[in-house]
């Protein structure tokens, strides 16, 4: 366990156990992992496909339940509040970028960042002023009513960055952001990506493979039997 | 005013940007709502039309009100109208008396209904309203009005004379006696069209009706015709309570109780074997839905990771079903609408194209379809629709509201 003395714990994980059921067979995925986050810090977490990385970014957002263990955000554990208000709580707290942008088809780049504000209670108006402010900030002014099918894969990207700083969060989970891209787009990706949580001053918590990206970050771990391990 | 999140979703996914007719599941459902939702203003509109049509056939020709002995004959008709009539809220009285002859024209025997009335100023029976030859004014003792349909059947039209026996004549016959049959000629055919009870097949004066079956100056009842805006149960148990003795005083609802049960049954049958259309297109809807969860179930787990609620997510689907109930019964009343307004072109072009059109004139009336378009009874079947598209989607939006984020995510990953 890490933490990030200068700023503050923002997310903590302490002692996190998972084990998925597949028939007769227990499958253990994450035991014991520990992890602390401080304000506006970065990280990586890398490790071996199926090890665990991502059941431990669902567990983080508390989309998924741990078996064991803590999550707790900003000092409240994750337990202590009640299911109905956790999907408010997380909107506001938690940014996600994902491998494949999850954009919605329907929505244009605008509307599509602007989303996450909408659901957070802000009004539309505001919400796509928002939106097109955190669009330009990552080069798509010119493409804010561009369908999804008509941006290319780093463009979608980029629009999924923005999408997940709608709300301003605290912390922004990116879970493999530069997986679908090539490696000049994704190392643009990456350059921005970095830029950007370091302007908004938001804690990132970067799961990846490429060893080049996880270097760009201030502290870096490994999933190792289930446990993360510092590098 | 703030669209919640979900609602513009919905909309945003039904009407996707950059299609201007919206997806494809989306235009199909509405389709088949609007279908079923047509079929059924269409088919209660056009049975409405017939049971009015009866109705007003029925107050043409009978009155609101019929006082009577149970169809015995008594004296005192003329004075017991003259005491109804002299009542507010009363449009016409009219005495009459009815029973069958043995109608007779070159040896071709019919044994119609005759109906003798005192036709005075303000006549409960319009029968002039029915006239297809000959005139109101040629009515007299010794001249008859009959039905088109008694006319092709005893080969007579205007001016024809024709013979008429009376059960009082057959009596005497059977006594020995000679009778001779009463002739008549015949001033002026009618055609009520669709359905000949309410007016049997002769109708002549009160004076011969009563000279036919010996009546004297007996009737058997008297008719009485209301003001629109009177109420006709309330006034026939005033009337009731203030004539009292064997008079009986039914209104014309009570009279042709069953008639009018057969004609409700008649439209509430349609109207349950029609809502099998609507069925059919709101399985449709829940089948289109259910795949539109799983073709989004990705979308679904990003929009609980992106802080939507179960129950934002269950209302985003469900209302979509409303919005496509919506739409599709606006799209379908308009349709019906539209339709019921052609209707009398339409069915002239189609029986002219099949040669049917004389067909139909002659025994369904259909140049002429009736039709009573019922704002209430449009608005319920509307109603109704969208109640039912929006319980289609339930389903399809409670598995959605029911899918595991991390799941969803995982899978794609």
């Known amino acids: 366990m890490t933490e990030h003395a200068t700023s503050g714990k923002v997310l903590e994980a302490v002692g996190l156990e998972k084990t998925y059921r597949s028939g007769q067979r227990d499958i253990p995925v994450l035991g014991d992992a520990s992890l602390c986050v401080g304000r506006g810090s970065t990280l990586s977490i890398s490790g071996e496909s199926g090890s665990g990385k991502s059941t431990l970014l669902n567990?983080?957002?508390?989309?998924?339940?741990?078996?064991?263990?803590?999550?707790?955000w900003n000092d409240c554990p994750l337990a202590g509040i009640p299911e109905s208000l956790r999907p408010a709580r997380r909107a506001r707290f938690l940014g996600f970028v994902f491998q494949s942008y999850y954009l919605i088809p329907e929505l244009d780049a605008r509307d599509n960042v602007a989303l996450p504000g909408r659901i957070a209670g802000l009004a539309p108006r505001e919400a796509r002023a928002r939106a097109e402010d955190l669009l330009e900030e990552v080069g798509l002014r010119e493409r804010l009513r561009s369908q999804p099918d008509q941006l290319s894969g780093g463009e979608r990207q980029r629009a999924g960055i923005a999408r997940a700083l709608m709300n301003r969060p605290e912390v922004l989970l990116a879970d493999?952001?530069?997986?679908?891209?090539?490696?000049?787009?994704?190392?643009?990706?990456?350059?921005?990506?970095?830029?950007?949580?370091?302007?908004?001053?938001?804690?990132?918590?970067?799961?990846?493979?490429?060893?080049?990206?996880?270097?760009?970050?201030?502290?870096?771990?490994?999933?190792?039997?289930?446990?993360?391990?510092?590098? | 005013m703030k669209l919640p999140w979900f609602i513009y979703l919905a909309l945003r996914q039904l009407a996707p940007s950059g299609k201007r007719l919206g997806s494809i599941f989306f235009l199909l459902s509405v389709i088949g709502v609007g279908l079923g939702v047509a079929v059924l203003v269409i088919v209660q509109s056009v049975m409405g039309g017939f049971g009015q049509i009866h109705r007003e056939r029925i107050v043409d020709t009978s009155g609101h009100l019929d006082v009577s002995e149970g169809g015995?004959?008594?004296?005192?008709?003329?004075?017991?109208?003259?005491?109804?009539?002299?009542?507010?809220?009363?449009?016409?009285?009219?005495?009459?008396?009815?029973?069958?002859?043995?109608?007779?024209?070159?040896?071709?025997?019919v044994f119609p209904g005759i109906y003798g009335l005192s036709y005075g100023e303000r006549p409960v029976f319009a029968v002039d309203r029915y006239l297809v030859a000959g005139s109101l004014e040629s009515l007299y003792d010794d001249t008859i009005f009959i039905s088109e349909a008694l006319s092709r059947q005893l080969g007579v039209w205007v001016g024809s004379e024709i013979e008429l026996f009376s059960p009082v004549m057959i009596d005497k016959?059977?006594?020995?006696?000679?009778?001779?049959?009463?002739?008549?000629?015949?001033?002026?055919?009618?055609?009520?069209?669709?359905?000949?009870?309410?007016?049997?097949?002769?109708?002549?004066?009160?004076?011969?009706?009563?000279?036919?079956?010996?009546?004297?100056?007996?009737?058997?009842?008297?008719?009485?015709?209301?003001?629109?805006?009177?109420?006709?149960?309330?006034?026939?148990?005033?009337?009731?309570?203030?004539?009292?003795?064997?008079?009986?005083?039914?209104?014309?609802?009570?009279?042709?109780?069953?008639?009018?049960?057969?004609?409700?049954?008649?439209?509430?049958?349609?109207?349950?074997?029609?809502?099998?259309?609507?069925?059919?297109?709101?399985?449709?809807?829940?089948?289109?839905?259910?795949?539109?969860?799983?073709?989004?179930?990705?979308?679904?787990?990003?929009?609980?990771?992106?802080?939507?609620?179960?129950?934002?997510?269950?209302?985003?689907?469900?209302f979509q079903g409303f919005f496509i109930g919506f739409l599709g019964a606006l799209c379908g009343i308009a349709t019906a609408l539209l339709a019921l307004s052609l209707r009398d072109p339409i069915i002239e072009g189609l029986s002219t194209l099949t040669g049917t059109h004389e067909t139909l004139v002659r025994y369904y009336y259909f140049a002429q379809l009736p039709v009573e378009i019922d704002p209430f009874e449009i608005t319920g079947i509307g109603l109704a629709a969208i109640g039912l598209a929006t319980l289609a989607s339930l389903i399809p939006a409670w598995r959605a509201a029911r899918l595991r984020p991390a799941e969803t995510l995982r899978v794609e990953q």
């Open chain 2, 72 to 109: 015995y004959p008594f004296p005192g008709g003329y004075a017991l109208a003259e005491q109804i009539r002299a009542q507010p809220g009363v449009k016409g009285v009219t005495p009459y008396a009815r029973g069958f002859v043995m109608a007779r024209s070159e040896r071709v025997p």
């Open chain 2, 173 to 318: 016959i059977q006594d020995d006696a000679v009778v001779l049959p009463r002739q008549f000629e015949v001033a002026g055919i009618y055609n009520i069209e669709w359905n000949q009870e309410f007016l049997p097949g002769i109708v002549c004066t009160l004076r011969t009706m009563q000279d036919l079956y010996g009546l004297e100056d007996r009737v058997h009842g008297v008719a009485v015709r209301l003001e629109d805006a009177v109420d006709e149960f309330a006034f026939a148990a005033d009337l009731q309570e203030e004539l009292g003795g064997d008079m009986r005083v039914q209104t014309w609802k009570e009279t042709w109780a069953d008639f009018l049960w057969v004609l409700d049954l008649e439209k509430t049958l349609m109207l349950f074997l029609n809502l099998f259309i609507v069925a059919v297109a709101v399985f449709a809807i829940a089948i289109a839905q259910l795949l539109t969860v799983v073709r989004k179930t990705r979308e679904i787990g990003l929009l609980a990771v992106i802080g939507g609620s179960r129950s934002a997510v269950l209302g985003l689907y469900c």
């Open chain 1, 59 to 72: 567990l983080l957002s508390g989309i998924e339940e741990a078996d064991k263990g803590e999550v707790r």
């Open chain 1, 176 to 231: 493999e952001p530069t997986g679908n891209l090539d490696e000049r787009t994704a190392g643009r990706v990456m350059e921005l990506l970095m830029a950007t949580v370091l302007k908004h001053g938001t804690a990132l918590v970067l799961v990846t493979h490429h060893q080049g990206f996880a270097s760009m970050v201030e502290d870096r771990f490994t999933l190792e039997s289930g446990r993360l391990v510092p590098l």
